[in-house]
């Protein structure tokens, strides 16, 4: 990790943990032609006759710390070299650990002024930038202790005292932001939906923007577009047994288009991309809730995996037997017009078979009852039977508690199903150098 000393404006690294000394770091949105490790000039910043506002950010950065008494600082334009693909793998991996492991974070909102607006609010009465941008979740969320400042660095308060404001902007429960609770007990569909309204420059950065937020690790390779959002939710399956991840929505006019003769609605298991989520933020797992333990249910070790083309499930048998099929009961009394129209509609019916796969998820009703969340599923049209696709993406069902997987004598009674993925939608890898994208 490479610090900048705050007295002498210049550059240390140091390898292991436990010799690094305390440091502040910097969260911010760039500025353009930021101050970078390539371009940084201590005599530069030393010159209080050279001001702009690049310089001025990193100064008062440097003052703060001093004031705190911390003799080095981390600002994530000017520490990383970017022309090091190494370096900026490392540090997209370990940026989350860096937040979370500083004495303390200056958030610099250049937006936003005291005294002229409310809190957070820019001139035109929206809600600073910094709360819009993908990597400054993490930023927000991982270190111990934040403070904001204004554009002329006036203090604004800490983010624990701010905490009911930030989750108006962001919802984010205040219990996550004023550590009343440790943010890894929500839900991965509750952390994913913290994204889900938030903006990169780049599209893989929303993606990697939240390793450090789900405890996984990526290789970024930009170019790869909305692949990495994929590669992500298949990290997740492989390191969590969180079933909240398949708990999203999509209208049909929202899923992209692809190469499966599929109807209108249809999608796999996976989310196409992070805007699926916006709806998920009170999806809760409640296995370790005291109370609740007998709510869920076990799976087969390693039952639900991604597979190539998509993903395995250890589906209970007894959801497997439902059928969607149209009963039609006919009077004496109907003519035969009728009578041939509603039986070819109730073969075609039985023909299209439904399933609802339940999930070890859970959401409120309207009456504040906890129901398990179901996803419908339909055979694939290839004739396997073990090849499923999700219908109906625009919903998602409920019930009140999960099927068991185990008999009476505690064996599993499932039956392993692929729920398939669409082909044809991903953009090609693409390598080029890796960099890290500015958050303008």
């Not at 994913?192 to 990697?208: M, P």
């Not at 499930?313 to 035969?336: D, Q, Y």
């Not at 219908?391 to 729920?419: A, D, N």
Request: proline share 5%.
């Amino acid at each position: 990790m490479r610090l900048l000393n705050a007295t002498t404006y210049e550059f240390r690294e140091f390898q292991h943990r436990p010799t690094r000394p305390k440091y502040a770091i910097l969260s911010h949105r760039w500025f353009p032609q930021e101050i970078t490790f390539a371009t940084i000039e201590p005599v530069e910043l030393q010159d209080e006759n050279r001001i702009t506002p690049q310089l001025s950010k990193i100064r008062n950065t440097c003052l703060r710390a001093r004031e705190d008494k911390l003799e080095w600082v981390w600002i994530d334009s000017c520490c990383i070299n970017k022309e090091s693909s190494e370096e900026v793998t490392r540090s997209i991996n370990a940026m989350f650990k860096w937040y979370q492991e500083a004495a303390v974070c200056y958030t610099y909102l250049s937006d936003v002024t005291v005294g002229k607006t409310r809190v957070f609010k820019r001139a035109d009465s929206e809600d600073s930038e910094w709360f819009e941008r993908g990597w400054t979740l993490q930023e927000l969320i991982a270190p111990r202790t934040m403070k904001f400042f204004d554009a002329n660095w006036v203090p604004i308060g800490t983010r624990a005292q701010l905490a009911a404001e930030i989750q108006h902007i962001t919802g984010i429960e205040a219990r996550f932001l004023d550590g009343s609770e440790q943010f890894r007990s929500a839900s991965i569909a509750t952390r994913l939906s913290w994204q889900s309204r938030r903006k990169t420059t780049e599209e893989e950065d929303i993606a990697y923007s939240l390793v450090g937020i789900m405890g996984v690790s990526l290789v970024p390779i930009y170019g790869e577009g909305r692949q990495a959002f994929l590669k992500l939710q298949q990290e997740l399956l492989k390191t969590y047994r969180d079933e909240s991840i398949f708990a999203w929505t999509a209208p049909p006019s929202r899923l992209p288009k692809h190469d499966r003769q599929w109807d209108q609605g249809e999608w796999g298991l996976l989310a196409p991309w992070i805007d699926c989520f916006q709806d998920s933020g009170d999806v809760v797992v409640i296995a370790n809730r005291k109370g609740f333990s007998n709510r869920m249910k076990d799976r087969p070790a390693g039952g639900i995996a991604p597979i190539a083309g998509g993903v395995k499930f250890p589906m209970p048998k007894r959801e497997l037997r439902g059928e969607s099929i149209v009963v039609v009961v006919l009077s004496a009394l109907t003519i035969v017009g009728i009578f041939v129209l509603l039986a070819v509609n109730s073969y075609r019916h039985s023909k299209r078979r439904e399933w609802s796969l339940t999930l070890n998820c859970w959401k409120k009703d309207r009456f504040g009852r906890l129901r398990a969340i179901q996803v419908f599923l339909c055979r694939d049209s290839g004739g396997n039977d073990e090849l499923f696709r999700r219908c109906r993406c625009e919903h998602l069902g409920s019930t009140e508690s999960v099927p068991s997987s185990i008999t009476m004598g505690g064996e599993f009674t499932v039956k392993e199903v692929t729920i398939i993925q669409p082909s044809g939608v991903w953009w090609p890898v693409i390598t080029e150098p890796l960099r890290i994208r500015s958050k303008l």
